[in-house]
């Protein structure tokens, strides 16, 4: 079975930086591209990034580009969002998922709050 | 790149259809054969339901059927259920290597 289990998230005040994580299990993680999906509470989806399965392709939406940096361990069958600058509006639930231009499989999320 | 426009709500009586459409761009969902349907329950995560514009998940029902036309995709839910109650997203690959969401649809079930 498939699991994507995310952490790292928390309250930061704005300007700061948080490091989120999404294990992945059950499947050959190394094989999948990854995605970073975020939605405010009540709201839609908003894709945040995606990676190739090497790493060597990084795609981010133009709101957090040059903020936020999406990287994996495939040995540690990990990924991970590095967030900095961080704003009010970054606000969410971050969901990671399987895959890049669709997503098979999802985490439950992981609830970033920003505020001072 | 601006979110992909769906209806607010939508609505059907158990048994009879639905269909939930999800308009872009030539950009986006016009240029493309890459719009997939996402199905979420109050608290819960997304759930993929179609992919690449016609194509089910291994243990999604044939009563979710997916289309497009143009700069138009489309979800019918046909033989509405119960558990169909929920919202739904459709998205896009975009130019320049993004992923589009819509606004989303709540489905209610009279």
């Known amino acids: 079975e498939v699991q994507l289990l995310e952490s790292g998230g928390g309250s930061v005040q704005p300007g700061g930086s948080l490091r989120l994580s999404c294990a992945g299990s059950g499947f050959t993680f190394s094989n999948y591209d990854m995605s970073w999906v975020r939605q405010i509470p009540g709201k839609g989806l908003e894709w945040v990034s995606g990676i190739s399965t090497s790493g060597g392709g990084t795609y981010y939406a133009d709101s957090v580009k040059g903020r936020f940096t999406i990287s994996r361990d495939n040995s540690k069958h990990t990924l991970y969002l590095q967030m900095n600058s961080l704003r009010a509006e970054d606000t969410a639930l971050y969901f990671c998922?399987?895959?890049?231009?669709?997503?098979?499989?999802w985490g439950q999320g992981t609830l970033v709050t920003v505020s001072s | 790149q601006s979110a992909l426009t769906q209806p607010p709500s939508a609505s059907g009586s158990p048994g009879q259809s639905v269909t939930i459409s999800c308009t872009g761009t030539?950009?986006?969902?016009?240029?493309?054969?890459?719009v997939s349907w996402y199905q979420q329950h109050p608290g819960k995560a997304p759930k993929l339901m179609i992919f690449e514009v016609t194509k089910r998940p291994s243990g999604v029902p044939d009563r979710f059927s997916g289309s497009k036309s143009g700069n138009t995709a489309s979800l019918t839910v046909s033989g509405l259920q119960a558990e169909d109650e929920a919202d739904y997203y459709c998205s896009s690959f975009a130019y320049s290597n993004n992923l589009v969401f819509g606004t989303g649809t709540k489905v209610t079930v009279l």
């Open positions: 030539s950009s986006d969902v016009g240029g493309y054969n890459s």
């Open positions: 998922a399987s895959g890049q231009w669709y997503l098979p499989d």
